[in-house]
């Protein structure tokens, strides 16, 4: 399977204006105000952002980091970036000195364009990164307005922007979030980038010409093709959320037709509904929910960790359809979407433009969206793929009906036992948040017996007059245990009085018992 006719995103760009009838694009908040892009603002100011890197950096290409949390100057210069053939890294704004430092180094950055929160790590960062030969300060709004006029298309720079790139050529690289400590820069092609949009799943479900709000990080891969490429083919309206602490009221101000989300973030605005609906008996479910998403909201796809098909059928009460999609850095993004006809359990259906097949267990991938490779790092390039050349995912799962594909666990988190019993933690996790006094868990082996350390909901207690957690928990694990395979069973139970470690995607980092902290007793 290989790409064909995938348009460039420089293309995406030059052709959005016409093709969506250069309606608003893009809607932010600036001081106080909306703010509006349309498509050809939003090409034009990009373009400029491109002619600006090209005149300070010369010819050459390189590779720039971009240190900025979301906003409309961060989807200017990444698109810049993008289009003027050098290649993106792009880094979270709250990570540490080093943690950046790090990621620079091994990624060959010699430029760095930083929001100006970032400034006070900016000398510790540069004198651990002795590759860097440039920094740029993005600034406030009104240095973006500058460069917008200083180089815009009738500027002495306007033929900078005029550069060929190779669709084959790597123009991103992307660190995984390293749920082992292990972070690798996966490198993805512009072709990879935009051919993961280009090919639809089994309904039109993520082509909706709908007003999306873009609540995840923009450094994010996920985020990145399906909030801002995805929108750029299709014609969305797109709203930036900014801060995450901003949510609820600009969910209020630009009343959305869908956003991308992570389950903590769909469980955090469950929990908004039921708190209003608590104090509005009067309210119907669908009433308590438009008074907090502003009454348009209907679709909500998650991606990044497990999401309990207990909260997809929470949100089928109020009327809005949530459910989960799989994918990858490494495959490009997207492996499956789901649709309305999708399993509320499974993770999606397998997108046309993927093969899945499972061996050992494993779910193993062929599409021509897949990364070229880890940065400088041939063997575990070599360890991720088959001899066939199948990409392993590292996922234990099957196939259904209709290429709907479920994922019961890790391979590199399997429990094997003494007898040669493999033991799937995600498994009994999932058995253990059907329960509403469980809100997070984790299993894993304490020598050859299955331990869990379970993080109990207080106010789901709270609510169902629950005083003895701890008694209440052991009884689930015995309600558990009565039904489960011998080796299955738990046979060490602690109950936390702080939240698990996570990614900032959600997902569990998975070291053992005794490096843990927040356990009672």
Known sequence: MKLTNIPTIRELLDRAPEKHADRTFIKFIRDGRIAEKKFSEVRSDSLAFCRKLRHLLGEKKTHIAIISKSCYEYIVGMTGILISGSVAVPVAPDASAGEVAEILNDADVTAVLYEPEFTPR??????????????????????????????????????????????????????????????????????????????????????????????????????????????????????????????????????????????????????????????????????????????????????????????????????????????????????????????????????????????????????????????????????????????????????????????????????????GENVSPEGIEKRYQAYGLVKEALVYADGDRIAAEIYPDADYAAREGITDVKAALEEITDRLNATAQPSHTVAKLTVRTEPLEKTATGKLLRRRGGEKRGIAG
């Open 122 to 419: 900016l000398e510790e960062v540069k004198a651990l990164c002795p590759g860097i030969e440039f920094t740029l300060d993005l600034g406030s709004a009104a240095d973006f307005e500058r460069i917008y006029r200083d180089y815009g298309e009738t500027s002495p720079y306007a033929a900078l922007s005029d550069v060929r790139t190779d669709p084959a050529a790597c123009a991103l690289i992307i660190y995984t979030s390293g749920t082992t400590g292990d972070k690798k820069g996966v490198m993805l092609s512009g072709e990879a980038l935009v051919g993961n949009m280009m090919f639809k799943p089994y309904s039109d479900i993520v082509n909706r010409r709908d007003v999306i709000l873009s609540v995840l990080p923009l450094y994010h891969i996920f985020c990145f093709v399906t909030d801002y490429l995805g929108p750029l083919k299709n014609g969305n309206e797109l709203c930036l959320n900014g801060d995450m602490r901003e949510l609820f009221k600009n969910l209020l101000i630009f009343r959305p037709n869908q956003m991308r989300v992570v389950p903590m973030l769909a469980s955090a605005l469950l929990g908004r509904i039921r708190a209003v609906q608590a104090k509005h008996p009067e309210l119907s479910p669908k009433e308590a929910a438009a008074l907090v998403t502003g009454g348009n909201l209907d679709m909500m796809l998650s991606g990044g960790a497990y999401l309990d098909p207990a909260l997809c059928m929470a949100f089928d009460q109020l009327g809005i359809f949530l459910r989960q999609g799989y994918g990858m850095s490494e495959a490009g993004c997207k492996i499956t979407v789901p649709d309305f006809d999708t399993a509320v359990d499974c993770v999606g259906r397998v997108m046309n433009i993927v093969d899945v097949r499972i061996r050992g267990g494993e779910v193993q991938v062929n599409t021509p969206c897949r990364m070229i490779g880890y940065y400088k790092r041939p063997k575990e390039t070599a360890a991720a793929f088959t001899e066939d050349g199948w990409l392993k995912t590292g996922d234990i799962g099957y196939l259904g009906e209709g290429r709907q594909l479920y994922i019961t666990g890790r391979l590199k988190n399997l429990i094997i036992l003494s007898n």
